[in-house]
Structures are given as C-alpha cells and as structure tokens.
C-alpha cells in the first residue's frame, strides 16, 4: 500500500516549509459569501448492526450469555464442572433443561437437582468472559422456582480463571412459584474475563431461568441499560442519525429469520431470542453462540436515538430473506403483514397514547413521540422483485403518512447492472432517498472524490449508508482499520460534503466489533469487555460530523474542485450558527505540501484553529493498548490577511476554523 503512495509523488509539487524552493504551487480559491448549497443535519449519521457482537455482548451491556436458556442448545455458555450429566447417578448434582409450553416467547427454563450441596456449581462464561471493575457494582437478576422451598441459598459469585471469588451476594429463594429476585454484586478487582458461579445451599431442587447480570453504571444510569463507555463515543460522534437495525439482518438468511420489530419490544423476558444471522455466516470466523436476546430492541433503538440527538432510521423487511442467502421471497399478495408492520411501527414511534402501539411505546416508558421521519424499505435488495415490492410499501405508507421519507435500496454494489436497474427504476418511481453501499478498496475511494459530482439534480437523494475502505490485502481483524483507510475515506467524504445537495444522509459500516468475537473488518469502533476506542476511520467520520457547517461554499484550483489535483483534496463550508468557516483538507501524498488559502473576502478572524490527523506510517492503527496513536490535535493558526499559506503534513487530514466577521 504505502509503496502505492510513493510512487505517486511528484518531488517538483512540494514545498516544506520554504526549505524546498520551486515548488508545485497550490492555491485554493474560497468563495467566502456564496452558499452553493445547504448541508444537511443528517449528513453524518451511524448505521448500526447487530454484527460482530455489537448488541448482545457489546452496546447492550448483559454480562450473562444465554441468560434464559433459549439458545438452540439451551446450555450453551453454561457448565457444570463437577456433574456427570449423562447418569441420574450424578455425584452432586444435575442440570437438565426444560421446555415449557406455558410461555412460547421464554419456554426453556434450567431445572437443577442438587443432590450434595458441597460442590456442585454452574458458571456461565458470559461474552468471551465478563469485564469487570474493581468497587464496581454489578446488578443481578433471576426468577427461580424453588420446589418444597428445598434450597435454602443461592450464592452467586464473580471469579477469576483460577477461580479466586471477586465479589458474591446470596438470594434466598423464598417461592415454591416462579418468583423475581435481585440483588448487587461488588467486584474486589478488575477482571476482564470473570466469569458467574452459581451455588446452592440445601438439597432439592430449583427451576431458574433469566439469570442476569449489568453493570450498575450504564448510559444516563438506566437499569439494565447500554455501556457508557460505548454510547459515549457514539455520542461523541454528533450524528445526523441512526439506523438500526442493520443491514443484512434486516432480511435474515431466511425469511422466518428476519428482524420483526414487533418481536423486540415489550417486557424484556418475553422477547424471543433468535440465531444471529451472522452466527456461522463466514466459514472463517464461526460464532456458533451468537444470538439476540433482543434486550436491545426497536424501543431501545429509538431512544438510543434521542439520546445522542439523532434521527432514527429503521430499516425494514420488505418480504425479501438475504439474496446472498436463501433469497427468499414473499409472493406480492401475501405481503400485507409486512407491510402492516411499517405501518404500526410509524404509530408506534408516532401515534398517540391511545392507538395500539403508540400506548405500548407509552407503557414502556415514552409516552412522548419519537418523531420519526424516515423509514427503510429493505436493505441490500435487487431486481424486479424489490421494485414491486418497494412500490406495495411506498403505496402503503404514503397514502398514509405522505411526509414519511422513504429510504430504498439500490443493492449491494455501487455500479454494474443490479444498481443501474435499481436506480433507473427508483427514479421513475420519484423515490425519496435512496441507499448505496461500497465496501471498496482505498485507491476507489480517493478516484471517487467525484462520484457524486454529475449525479442527476433532479433525481433521488442519496443516502451512502454503507461504507467503508478496505485496505487491499490485510485480513486481520484491527489492522483493517489502518490510516491509509481512513485517509481515503476522508479524500471520499470532500465529495459527499461537495455535493450535499444530492447526498443527504451517509455512514460507515460496520460500526463495532468485539476483538474476540468478530466475523467482519474493518469496523469504525473496537471494544473488549473492558474497554473500547475509536479507530482511525472514527476520527475521520467524527471531524466531519462535528465540523460539518451548515453551508458549502466553493473552493476551487484553477476554477475546479479539488478532488485529487497533487493527490490534494477538499472542501468548503460555512457554519451560519456559529457564524464559522470550515476548510477541509487531505493530503494524500507522502510529503507535506503547501498550500494557499485565498479567501474571496476578508471577512474572517485572523486567529484560528487547526485540527490534524495524521500519521506518518499509512499502516499504523489503534489498539485497545495503544487506542490514541491516531487522534486529531488542535494547534492555532493565524490568517495574514485574506492570503495565507497552510503547510499540509504526509498523508494528513485538516480541517481550518477560522471564525467569521
Ligand atoms: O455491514 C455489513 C454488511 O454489509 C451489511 O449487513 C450488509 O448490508 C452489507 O452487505
């Protein structure tokens, strides 16, 4: 990769600082008064999956992996050391699973007879194991059945690998009936991988199911809630907003494993846990434990949403399963339940207390609209069958809710014959916005600085609502995420921003990924069980979107964009709230270059900012250990006049904040 670059540096286009006399010369024209056109609030967004353990075992900060039993092996993440399990003789004790028909949604419970109260025990291994803090405090959950009130404690325990206990509480399971019980664990030590033992005290037996385990401090401290520290960062980001939930698990391998919103909200113990598509979808990085819980469910989306001030974006089902999969479909006559589904989750984030599910978004806890303005009508769908089925759900939702923005797809590719079909189709169609996916190699996204610039005026908007560079030749996990990615992501996004009036919507994807349990790369935030950072590429999407302006203004090199000229990129923006210029500038080259900033007027401070990412070595990423070797750092610049000379490091990003008069 970083040969590439070389190779393409022209020695005669450099000036350092005035220490290399005749140098290429840049000089940036910057039309400081002319608006050309408005961006957008919702330019830089999130897209979320439920890929790479980004829910359960990630944002949705459960400690206890198949906390009730419903995995397709119903012990999966669970064990019981010191019990035979294949003979009633077991020497102290037995689990045994039990499917009940009294609830369909939860029917698997843990049954467990304990015959010697003096060492058995279960563990439950959690999420590659449990991140946990030292004087941190841990809340615990579980219903239990205790029969002829036989056991007298249950003891639950955090230990470590050499099972040395890290903090315990004790439940005295006080019900022959199915009964809630809670209590609080504090950990004695930082652990990153502990694990929960479960002891009893008394010998009978004991029926328990939705064992559970959060951490007490949670984003705005909500009860079995998300990770700060996670939510933190997408905070950080400012995003326009938030699509969830996906992505292919939108459509699912098959139809019956489709996302159903309706299936996800409501009591938490009554969500159907549901294979992960992604489970063994890579023969390379099987995950055969991944499954949803669905704790992080459509409501949890929404107010996700809220909370880190973005609008929410559901994308749905359009009776179509993954075409990479089975593909398959739902025959046109038979697709009103689906459509109904759009439909009641527009009343569900919409209507009023007193429609059906406007009063369930109520009752569990937001009696306030969510104000939704944009829904998806598949994912990553193609062909004639996603046209027909497109105009059923755009019919649907239009006559009832006409200013409902419907986002449609245009396949997985962002050229060929698939997206050509897609977008001809939807143009005629007069579709709202429609979504392009690119998952691409560096050198494509620096060539397509311009992609968007002859795109039809008049036709649909453009929702880029995946994508991501993917460095040629790296398969390893964070390394994926090198500064050669983000670097040409950031020459890329000049010409998302140049041509806002088009593109309205854009993010990166995948959003997360554990280090132990990813199935795919790069992704724009890592986490452990502990800890998680913001890659290169997180920098690059959070300087745009924090640094976005409300305007775009002209900035051009003999009259045209710069959208590569001297591998320099960029564009202009004003921010008319903060009454603020915004220069944006890549340097993709491997030496750093001077260039001329001519502003149009003088109407700008001439004290300003300069915010630099950079990096010297294009195959240098974060790490959990070392997430802060590419951050931006600020430093002051000061305009001389209207004219003034910016010097751009190797393989920089820039962005100049001059505020205006
Ligand atoms: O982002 C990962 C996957 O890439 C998405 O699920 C899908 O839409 C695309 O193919």
């Given at each position: 990769?970083?040969?590439n670059?070389?190779?393409?540096?022209t020695?005669?286009g450099?000036?350092?600082?005035?220490?290399?006399s005749?140098a290429?010369?840049?000089?940036?024209?910057?039309?400081?008064?002319?608006?050309i056109?408005?961006?957008?609030?919702?330019?830089?967004?999130i897209?979320?999956?439920?890929?790479?353990?980004?829910?359960?075992?990630?944002?949705?900060?459960?400690?206890?992996k198949?906390r009730?039993?419903?995995?397709?092996m119903?012990?999966m993440?669970?064990s019981?050391p010191?019990?035979?399990?294949h003979?009633?003789?077991?020497n102290s004790?037995?689990a045994?699973?039990?499917?009940?028909?009294?609830?369909s949604?939860?029917?698997?419970?843990c049954r467990?007879?304990?015959?010697?109260?003096k060492?058995?025990h279960?563990?439950?291994e959690?999420?590659?194991?449990m991140?946990?803090?030292?004087?941190?405090?841990?809340?615990?959950?579980?219903?239990?059945?205790?029969?002829?009130n036989?056991?007298?404690?249950?003891?639950?325990q955090?230990i470590?690998?050499?099972?040395?206990?890290?903090?315990?509480?004790?439940?005295?399971?006080?019900?022959?009936d199915?009964?809630?019980?809670?209590s609080?664990?504090?950990?004695?030590?930082?652990?990153?991988?502990?694990?929960?033992?479960?002891?009893f005290?008394?010998?009978?037996t004991?029926?328990?199911d939705?064992i559970?385990?959060?951490?007490?401090?949670t984003?705005?401290?909500?009860?079995?809630?998300?990770?700060?520290?996670?939510v933190?960062?997408?905070?950080?980001?400012?995003?326009?907003?938030?699509r969830f939930?996906?992505?292919?698990?939108?459509?699912?391998?098959?139809l019956?494993?489709?996302?159903q919103w309706?299936?996800?909200?409501?009591?938490?113990?009554?969500?159907?846990?549901?294979?992960?598509?992604?489970?063994?979808?890579?023969?390379?990085?099987?995950?055969?434990?991944?499954?949803?819980?669905?704790g992080?469910g459509f409501?949890?989306y929404?107010?996700?949403?809220?909370?880190?001030?973005?609008?929410p974006?559901?994308?749905?089902s359009?009776?179509?399963?993954?075409?990479y999969?089975s593909?398959?479909?739902?025959p046109?006559?038979?697709?009103d339940?689906?459509?109904?589904?759009?439909?009641?989750l527009?009343e569900?984030?919409?209507?009023?207390?007193?429609?059906?599910?406007?009063?369930?978004r109520?009752?569990?806890?937001?009696p306030k609209?969510?104000?939704?303005?944009?829904?998806?009508?598949?994912?990553?769908?193609?062909?004639?069958?996603?046209?027909?089925?497109?105009?059923?759900?755009a019919?649907?939702?239009k006559?009832?809710?006409?200013?409902m923005?419907?986002?449609?797809?245009?396949?997985?590719s962002?050229?060929?014959?698939?997206?050509?079909?897609?977008?001809?189709?939807?143009?005629?169609?007069n579709?709202d916005?429609?979504?392009?996916?690119?998952?691409?190699?560096?050198?494509?996204?620096?060539?397509?600085?311009t992609?968007?610039?002859?795109y039809?005026?008049?036709?649909?908007k453009?929702?880029?609502?995946?994508?991501?560079?993917?460095p040629?030749?790296?398969?390893?996990g964070?390394?994926e995420?090198?500064?050669?990615s983000?670097?040409?992501?950031?020459a890329?996004?000049?010409?998302?921003?140049?041509?806002?009036?088009?593109?309205?919507?854009?993010?990166y994807?995948?959003?997360?990924?554990?280090?132990?349990?990813?199935?795919?790369a790069?992704?724009m935030i890592w986490?452990?069980?502990?800890?998680?950072?913001?890659?290169?590429?997180?920098?690059?999407?959070?300087?745009f979107?924090?640094?976005?302006?409300?305007?775009?203004?002209a900035?051009t090199?003999?009259?045209?964009?710069?959208?590569?000229?001297n591998?320099?990129?960029a564009?202009a923006?004003k921010d008319v709230?903060?009454?603020e210029?915004?220069?944006?500038?890549?340097?993709?080259?491997?030496k750093?270059?001077?260039?001329?900033?001519?502003?149009?007027?003088?109407n700008?401070?001439?004290?300003?900012?300069?915010?630099?990412?950079?990096?010297q070595?294009?195959?240098?990423?974060n790490?959990?250990?070392e997430?802060t070797?590419?951050?931006?750092?600020?430093?002051?610049y000061?305009?001389?006049?209207?004219?003034?000379?910016?010097?751009?490091?190797?393989?920089?990003?820039?962005?100049?904040k001059?505020?205006?008069?």
């Open positions: 990769m970083k040969s670059f070389i190779t393409k540096i020695l005669c450099l000036l350092l600082n005035g220490i290399y005749h290429q010369q840049t000089t940036l024209e910057v039309n400081t008064s002319k608006t056109t408005k961006i957008q609030p919702t330019m830089y967004g897209f979320f999956e439920d890929i790479n353990f980004a829910a359960d075992g990630g944002l949705y900060a459960e400690m206890v198949n009730s039993f419903e995995f397709a119903p012990f993440g669970w019981q010191n019990s035979n399990t003979s009633l003789n077991a004790g037995i045994t699973p039990v499917r009940t028909s009294q609830n949604n939860n029917p698997d419970f467990i007879l304990i015959n010697d109260d060492g058995y279960i563990i439950n959690g999420f590659r194991g991140g946990i803090k030292k004087d941190a405090k841990y809340n615990l959950s579980l219903k239990a059945a205790n029969h002829n036989a056991i007298k404690k249950i003891i639950l955090l470590d690998k050499d099972k040395k206990v890290l903090g315990e509480t004790v439940i005295t399971p006080s019900s022959t199915w009964k809630d019980y809670s609080q664990i504090i950990a004695t030590a930082t652990e990153a991988k502990a694990q929960l033992k479960i002891t005290e008394g010998t009978g004991i029926d328990l939705m559970s385990l959060f951490p007490e401090e984003w705005n401290n909500r009860k079995n809630g998300l990770r700060k520290d996670i933190q960062l997408l905070y950080d980001l400012k995003p326009g907003f938030l939930p996906g992505g292919c698990i939108v459509e699912g391998r098959t019956e494993n489709r996302y309706k299936k996800t909200v409501g009591a938490v113990e009554n969500r159907e846990t549901m294979i992960n598509r992604w489970n063994l979808e890579f023969k390379n990085r099987q995950v055969p434990d991944y499954f949803q819980s669905f992080l409501f949890e929404f107010q996700l949403s809220e909370d880190v001030g973005a609008e974006l559901p994308i749905l359009c009776g179509m399963a993954c075409q999969n593909g398959e479909l739902v046109i006559n038979e697709l339940p689906y459509v109904q589904d759009a439909l009641d527009i569900f984030a919409n209507g009023a207390e007193t429609t059906e599910w406007g009063k369930l109520a009752n569990m806890g937001h609209p969510f104000n939704l303005k944009y829904i998806g009508v598949g994912n990553e769908q193609w062909g004639p069958e996603y046209i027909e089925r497109y105009k059923v759900f019919a649907a939702i006559s009832k809710y006409p200013n923005i419907i986002v449609s797809g245009s396949g997985p962002p050229d060929g014959a698939f997206f050509d079909y897609g977008m001809q189709e939807l143009k005629k169609l579709a916005i429609v979504d392009e996916h690119y998952y691409k190699n560096p050198e494509w996204f620096k060539e397509n600085a992609r968007y610039d002859n039809d005026r008049k036709g649909p453009i929702f880029a609502g995946e994508y991501a560079a993917h040629k030749g790296v398969e390893d964070l390394k995420n090198n500064w050669l983000a670097l040409s992501e950031s890329f996004m000049t010409g998302l921003e140049r041509n806002a009036d088009v593109v309205h919507l854009t993010s994807a995948p959003l997360m990924a554990h280090v132990d349990a990813f199935q795919w790069p992704d986490f452990d069980n502990l800890n998680s950072f913001g890659t290169a590429n997180y920098y690059v999407q959070k300087l979107s924090n640094n976005k302006g409300t305007d775009v203004l900035i090199k003999d009259g045209k964009p710069l959208t590569g000229q591998e320099l990129y564009t923006a709230v903060k009454k210029l915004i220069l944006k500038l890549v340097n993709t080259s491997g750093a270059q001077d260039v001329t900033i001519n502003l149009s007027e003088n700008v401070n001439a004290k300003g900012k300069l915010i630099i990412l950079t990096n070595n294009l195959e240098e990423y790490t959990i250990a997430p070797k590419i951050i931006p750092t600020e430093r002051d000061k305009m001389s006049g209207k004219k003034s000379v910016l010097n751009l490091p190797a393989y920089s990003f820039t962005i100049l001059l505020k205006m008069k």
